[in-house]
């Protein structure tokens, strides 16, 4: 065994783990529905832990790991939080965010396995095949609320448990299986979720995303308006300068314009998404007390999904304090 290798190994999987807490915040911010968006910040809250625990074996075995994020990471999570806003329907946004999540957990799984392939030390060796347990198991729930090709898990989280079998009442008038319905306690389910407190913001990557893709896009349509502004002679800034300083000027306008433009939009919808989701969770943690689980084939789940949402919103009618 070698104790740098533990270390080397340990060290990427830190950054594994704190990459998979950042990328479930991230999603969990932008979705509406209070069940997924309690899970999603529990599987954060799950990473967290175990980032924890890799950093205090690799102090022990005198390393130290890195706090530092990285740059592209920043701008994929920027990404996918301006991409899940301005998707039409929630359904939508729900199937951006869980398609992210889905890559980010087969690149999770694949850490571990690398990892467990490595000649790590006893006490080491032990920890990541326990967390590679949790990874696996997170992994193949997060497949299933995406969708698999004969099976898609649904979930949604009630204020009462009234409400959650008036779900059910309705989700059996229309055949759905009682066999395929699950109800958990909230209080005893979602611990992790109901401590977590996250200390990332969405608005900075948000923003950071948006200037970069708003100076990348800038720069496309500044050089196509620089080529077309060179078709008519005499409207080029430079005058008599090369045409090459023209379309250079062109360009880089675009870049600088794209980028101030997209850094504002992601602000906003950084702003936005961080305020709403404070909003919700807290909603779900003060008021929520049961999720209801239905596992049904992907072709029935938006049926499935509505029904739960319509008791939601009936329920909402009546207690203006409660949210879906």
């Not at 599987?43 to 530092?68: F, I, N, P, T």
């Not at 957990?105 to 080491?124: F, G």
């Not at 919700?280 to 943690?285: G, K, N, R, W």
Request: proline letters at 2%; hydrophobic letters at 40%; one cysteine or more.
């Amino acid at each position: 065994m070698s104790s740098q290798e533990t270390i080397r190994t340990l060290k990427k999987l830190h950054k594994i783990c704190k990459a998979g807490e950042r990328g479930f915040n991230t999603i969990a911010k932008s979705v509406n529905n209070r069940g997924l968006k309690v899970m999603l910040k529990s599987y954060a809250q799950q990473r967290h832990q175990m980032a924890d625990e890799l950093k205090a074996m690799v102090d022990e075995l005198g390393g130290a790991v890195s706090a530092h994020r990285g740059f592209l990471g920043m701008i994929h999570r920027g990404r996918i939080a301006i991409m899940s806003t301005l998707a039409i329907r929630p359904s939508e946004t729900e199937m951006v965010v869980l398609r992210e999540a889905v890559l980010g957990e087969k690149t999770a799984v694949k850490a571990y396995q690398n990892a467990l392939k490595k000649n790590l030390t006893p006490e080491a060796q032990k920890l990541v095949e326990a967390q590679y347990a949790q990874v696996q198991d997170v992994s193949v729930k997060v497949k299933r609320l995406r969708g698999l090709p004969s099976d898609r898990l649904v979930v949604r989280l009630f204020n009462s448990q009234r409400d959650a079998e008036t779900a059910i009442s309705a989700l059996q008038n229309v055949n759905f299986s009682q066999d395929a319905i699950e109800t958990l306690n909230l209080s005893q389910t979602n611990e992790f979720a109901r401590q977590y407190e996250e200390n990332e913001s969405v608005t900075e990557e948000a923003t950071l995303s948006g200037g970069f893709g708003g100076a990348i896009w800038g720069s496309i349509i500044g050089a196509i308006a620089g080529i077309g502004l060179l078709q008519f002679p005499g409207l080029e800034p430079f005058g008599a300068a090369s045409l090459e300083a023209t379309w250079g000027f062109m360009a880089l306008s675009g870049t600088v314009g794209g980028m101030i433009i997209g850094a504002v939009l992601g602000f906003f919808i950084g702003l936005g998404v961080s305020e709403q989701d404070a909003y919700l969770y807290d909603a779900s943690i003060k008021r929520g007390t049961t999720m209801v689980l239905l596992n049904t084939n992907p072709r029935r789940a938006p049926e499935a999904s509505q029904i739960m949402r319509q008791v939601n919103i009936v329920a909402a009618a009546a207690a203006p304090q409660s949210g879906d």
